[in-house]
C-alpha cells in the first residue's frame, strides 16, 4: 500500500495521483505504536487520525463531514 523505500510508491500513492484525497483513522486500544503506513497513506497530516478509544470516534467522523460538506463537485 505504501512503500517508503520507493518515495511512497503503490497503492496509496496511486489513489492521491488520480486526485482521491484518502482519510485515515488508526484506532488504537491497546497501547500499540503509530501506524505510520495509515499516516502516510493519509491524503495529509490532517487527513489522519490516531484514537485511543471508541467514544473519540464521534469527533473524528464529524471532522470529517465537516472537511466533506466544504467539497464542490464541478464538472
Not at 8 to 11: E, I, L, S, Y
Not at 45 to 49: D, E, I, R
Not at 63 to 66: E, F, M, R, S
Given at each position: 500500500m505504501y512503500d517508503s523505500s520507493k518515495n511512497?510508491?503503490?497503492?496509496c500513492a496511486n489513489i492521491?495521483?488520480?486526485g482521491v484525497?484518502?482519510?485515515t483513522i488508526h484506532v488504537n486500544t491497546g497501547g500499540d505504536p503509530?501506524?505510520?503506513?495509515?499516516q502516510n497513506c493519509a491524503s495529509d497530516?490532517?487527513?489522519?487520525?490516531q484514537v485511543t478509544s471508541s467514544s473519540g470516534?464521534?469527533?473524528v467522523f464529524s471532522?470529517?463531514?465537516?472537511n466533506l460538506a466544504q467539497l464542490r463537485v464541478a464538472k
Open positions: 511512497g510508491a503503490g497503492t492521491k495521483a488520480a484525497t484518502i482519510y503509530m501506524s505510520t503506513l495509515l497530516t490532517n487527513k489522519f487520525w470516534l464521534g469527533s471532522a470529517i463531514g465537516t
